[in-house]
């Protein structure tokens, strides 16, 4: 295989992901990816987790060190398979507060925090170094194995040089296509197709091989396992503490990488995407792994001892002649280098242009200035920031000498991310994580991780000097990079997960419980753990300050001209300006606007640049205290005017009765009128035609003793009406003279009882009463309570219609009172007439044959209420019944 | 001063159903768990008591039904039933905290 065919073939390869990267980012702008959002290439482009490590490394750490290297794939498989857990919940989180890298999402659950933000990318970027020198030095060590082949066409084959073309190649597309535009929410079409395709070649490209290897070499599945147990691997050893922690570290990595989170979270649109990669993207892992072990066998076998088992997958076919198999597995380990570093330079491009350039700029310019062109700004800090990255990397290739097996510095990079997971998840599930926990434990975790992993990783005396390694720092032995705190015994890498790991989450704890969160911590911290529950939290700005138009042109310069005043005129329509092109800035605009924006810079940069034009850092916790305050003004304001509303309603009530009983009243006045007249004009005719008749005189003795007896009758019913009348006058002013003394109860009951019966004597009335009951001694006037015993024993004997009438009288003694209630059992009084039943003039509706005046039950009440006590109407008791209910002994001296 | 929330205390089947469902989502990492740490109380291999090509079918047999079994539970679990029983039911998403 000529080398230069190689570099050509790679270019035309290169070529090829630029022309799908381009149509694919032209189809997106004309509105047409349905396809793109699909959850098949969701997991595909999920696939960056298997880099070169996994396309060259495995082989070579499967060769070293047996069935381990699966530890790394079982991790994110069993992640992915308990999506349910924090998978789902932290894509809903991005999804839902516009998070646009690790760092953003860890600086933004922290109060929207810079600091932790440059924390977090500086991590990342130091971290991921190492990966990305790994990548560098896969396809070094490509190129090499194809050199080596063809040596002299090209002149010796100078490794550095190699490593700088391919990451200056790199950086070239990456900027191109990782940096074109300033999207809201980071998603980047063009660079997830390109992946998408470089997936599906490494995966072809491995399955390739691999059934090379096991059909090809090996002649079948049955031989292939007989070589396998014949192996050298055979003799690997499983270290129970080792795999446990590997798997550990894989299953957070493939959470805290930046890359990881790039695809998974940011580039994500979909939850079914997440439901479908939950078991597709380990299918994906599964598929990869299968065949490592039966090419790391058959590389042992018959590659000569000493040939570096990190490159069998290219070695083996080209030593059994196979070259266009070698170039397949060429092009997928160069897809599987390229992709990752594609991807990891523009996450952390973004993170250090959102938390370390941005911010500085913001600081160093005067508030309100900005006159330069915002968007080219964040997008060359980008590309700078994309360069860094690489150079990083290939400062660290150099450094490192190139010379460690692969796996062994991708698993540093993934000790270095998993510093991020304490705050990580404590910052998703635990509201009471604050922002001096998460900087104690990351900066923690990080100088551990530096100390006991990075440093060392260089060799004994390039950055350590080898007595540090040996006695330790100033030759304190419990601080050996190597034994911390004397743990000599443990394995290197497990030793460093282990301390780092576990002093960050004890110095994120600690510092948690012991600091006190701020008010935008605590609004994010709801957010974030009950992101299940919707947006949450009041509004976070205060009205007024800002300009529109300076908004406006703020958002110009960071979102681009149409979509700024696109966003703008939507606004002004919703708040109601039908002409205006600019909204009131009212709190809910600019959350709404900061919220937009942060999908593009962030949101500690978003929140401090409308800051700077609104005129204030933060919501202060008095703000919070004044907004409580008048909330809970308005809620006593309200209460009060609910009092009020039902006291009116109350009033309302008691007006509509006393009018319907006036009304009542009213009506039953007129048919009194009517009535007494009438009751007054019978007995005056009679008298005035009897004595016409007496005046004629010459009449015989008995025509005038009939006329005179009949005169006198009808006088006396005068005399009646009006001695009532004068009767109930005199008790209405209160002017009544008692005759108070003591008398018994049946007493007066007897005296009534006999006095009621001249009326309607025919009428055979049964009365029953309780003779015991009655014996009580009452002091009162006696002789009042007896007329209105006899009103009521009378009534009853007048009204009563009942074929076996009865009359009812009980008396009880209670709490020094004596409660009578006298009751027929005839059909009552209506509902209607019960109301005015005591009222002077009022007489039964309909009642025609009443020889009263309606002023009997008047006077009784007049009188009761001397005596000091209450007569009332008793309904539901079979007929008309009256409860009088009269004190024991009267007040003396009262009236 | 929140209202309080009334909920019925028993669930239709059908939302029942994808509750337990849910649970048996959550619990399946662990199952994993189990199965990939299991081997390491084995004894070791090589000593003439187990062969190696025995571990790769055996990890590669429990990776398999894993995967199987998160693909049957990712269909039930995305599926969006239009019968309420909304994305985040507060009884056992929501870390509820008066903070």
């Excluded at chain 1, 839902?96 to 924390?119: E, M, P, Y």
């Excluded at chain 1, 090996?218 to 691997?233: F, K, N, Q, W, Y």
């Excluded at chain 1, 709801?526 to 205060?542: C, E, I, L, S, T």
């Excluded at chain 1, 009765?657 to 006045?669: G, P, R, Y």
Aim: one cysteine or more.
């Amino acid at each position: 295989m000529p080398f230069n065919l190689l570099v050509l073939s790679c270019l035309v390869y290169v070529i090829g992901l630029f022309v799908v990267a381009f149509l694919v980012e032209r189809q997106a702008r004309a509105g047409r990816l349905r396809w793109l959002r699909s959850p098949l290439v969701y997991t595909l482009s999920l696939s960056i987790y298997c880099t070169a490590w996994t396309f060259y490394g495995a082989v070579g750490y499967a060769a070293r060190s047996g069935l381990e290297f699966v530890t790394i794939y079982l991790g994110p498989t069993l992640v992915f398979v308990g999506w349910w857990w924090v998978l789902r919940k932290l894509v809903r989180i991005g999804r839902q507060l516009r998070i646009t890298s690790i760092a953003d999402l860890i600086s933004s659950r922290f109060g929207k925090s810079n600091l932790l933000g440059v924390i977090v990318t500086v991590m990342a970027v130091v971290a991921v170094t190492p990966y990305v020198a790994l990548q560098l030095q896969s396809v070094v060590l490509a190129f090499g194995v194809f050199a080596e082949l063809a040596p002299g066409e090209d002149g010796p084959f100078a490794t550095g040089q190699t490593a700088a073309w391919v990451a200056a190649g790199l950086a070239l597309f990456t900027i191109l296509f990782g940096t074109r535009n300033l999207d809201a929410r980071e998603q980047h079409h063009g660079i997830v197709a390109a992946i998408a395709v470089e997936a599906v070649v490494k995966l072809v490209a491995l399955v390739a091989v691999g059934i090379f290897v096991v059909w090809g070499l090996a002649g079948g599945i049955g031989p292939m396992l007989e070589r396998i147990d014949a192996s050298v691997l055979q003799g690997w050893q499983m270290q129970p503490g080792r795999w446990t922690a590997l798997l550990a570290l894989s299953a957070a990595a493939v959470l805290s990488l930046p890359r990881m989170f790039q695809v998974m979270v940011v580039e994500n649109s979909d939850e079914r995407q997440l439901a479908r990669a939950s078991w597709a993207f380990p299918a994906y892992l599964f598929t990869m792994s299968l065949f490592i072990v039966p090419i790391a066998v058959l590389g042992l076998e018959r590659m000569p001892p000493g040939s570096n088992p990190d490159m069998f997958v290219l070695t083996l076919p080209l030593s059994q002649g196979q070259g266009a198999l070698a170039m397949l597995a060429f092009l997928g380990g160069f897809s599987s280098a390229t992709s990752m570093v594609i991807v990891e330079a523009i996450a952390l491009a973004t993170m250090v242009s959102n938390h370390i350039v941005i911010p500085g700029w913001l600081r160093l310019r005067r508030p309100g200035a900005m006159s330069e062109d915002f968007r080219s700004l964040v997008l060359n800090a980008r590309r700078i920031s994309v360069a860094l990255v690489m150079a990083l990397g290939y400062g660290y290739y150099r450094i490192s000498g190139g010379s460690s097996a692969l796996a062994t510095i991708g698993l540093i990079s993934f000790v270095g991310v998993a510093q991020f997971l304490p705050a990580m998840l404590g910052g998703m599930f635990w509201r009471g994580a604050t922002r001096v926990g998460a900087v104690a434990g990351l900066v923690t975790g990080f100088a551990i991780w530096a100390w006991a992993l990075f440093l060392p990783s260089f060799g004994a005396g390039s950055v350590l000097p080898p007595s540090v390694l040996t006695d330790g720092p100033f030759g304190i032995g419990w601080l050996r990079p190597m034994a911390l705190f004397g743990t000599e015994g443990m394995d290197p890498l497990v030793h460093a997960l282990f301390w780092s790991l576990f002093l960050n989450a004890a110095g994120f704890f600690l510092g948690s419980i012991v600091t006190f969160p701020g008010p935008v911590e605590r609004l994010q911290g709801v957010a974030f753990v009950n992101v299940f529950d919707g947006p949450v939290g009041p509004q976070r700005w205060a009205q007024g300050a800002a300009e529109p138009e300076a908004l406006l042109i703020m958002a110009q310069r960071i979102l681009g001209d149409e979509a700024a005043q696109a966003l703008f005129e939507e606004a002004a329509r919703a708040q109601g300006k039908e002409r205006s092109f600019l909204p009131d800035p009212t709190p809910d605009f600019l959350a709404g606007l900061e919220e937009r924006l942060s999908g593009s810079i962030g949101a500690a940069t978003a929140h401090a640049m409308i800051a700077q034009l609104v005129g204030r850092e933060t919501v202060s916790v008095e703000d919070l205290m004044q907004v409580a305050r008048e909330s809970a003004q308005i809620l006593e304001y309200s209460a009060r005017l609910e009092n009020q509303q039902a006291e009116l309603s109350r009033t309302a009530t008691a007006l509509r009765e006393a009018n319907a009983k006036l009304t009542l009243l009213s009506v039953q006045k007129d048919t009194f009128l009517s009535q007494i007249s009438h009751e007054l004009r019978t007995p005056m005719t009679s008298i005035r035609a009897f004595s016409e008749i007496l005046a004629e005189g010459d009449l015989p003795p008995e025509t005038v003793a009939r006329s005179g007896r009949i005169i006198r009758d009808e006088a006396v019913r005068l005399t009646r009406l009006l001695d009532d009348l004068l009767d109930l006058s005199v008790l209405e002013s209160g002017k009544v003279q008692l005759s108070v003394g003591v008398v018994n109860l049946r007493d007066l009951i007897d005296r009534a009882i006999l006095a009621s019966e001249q009326v309607n004597p025919e009428k055979p009335f049964v009365i029953l009463r309780d003779s015991q009951a009655e014996d009580v001694f009452l002091r009162t006037d006696g002789d009042r309570l007896t007329q209105v015993l006899i009103n009521l024993l009378s009534n009853a004997r007048k009204y009563c219609e009942a074929l076996a009438p009865e009359l009812r009288i009980t008396a009880r003694v209670r709490a020094g009172r004596v409660r009578i209630d006298v009751a027929d059992n005839g059909k009552g009084i209506p509902k209607v007439a019960q109301t005015v039943v005591f009222e002077k003039f009022s007489r039964l509706p309909g009642e025609v044959r009443a020889s009263g005046a309606g002023l009997g039950l008047a006077i009784c009440r007049e009188i009761v209420t001397n005596l000091g006590g209450t007569i009332d109407y008793l309904p539901g008791q079979g007929g008309a019944a009256f409860r009088i209910v009269l004190p024991l002994r009267i007040g003396t001296g009262s009236a | 001063m929140k209202p309080p929330r009334r909920r019925a205390i028993f669930l239709a089947p059908r939302p029942y159903r994808r509750r337990r469902l849910r649970d048996a989502a959550r619990l399946l990492p662990v199952l994993g768990v189990f199965f990939f740490v299991l081997p390491a109380l084995w004894s070791p291999a090589g000593q003439g008591l187990r062969r190696l090509s025995e571990d790769v079918i055996y990890f590669f047999t429990v990776w398999a039904l894993l995967i199987g079994i998160a693909a049957v539970f990712a269909r039930g679990l995305s599926a969006r039933d239009p019968e309420g029983d909304p994305e985040g039911d507060p009884e056992d998403e929501g870390e509820a905290e008066d903070d």
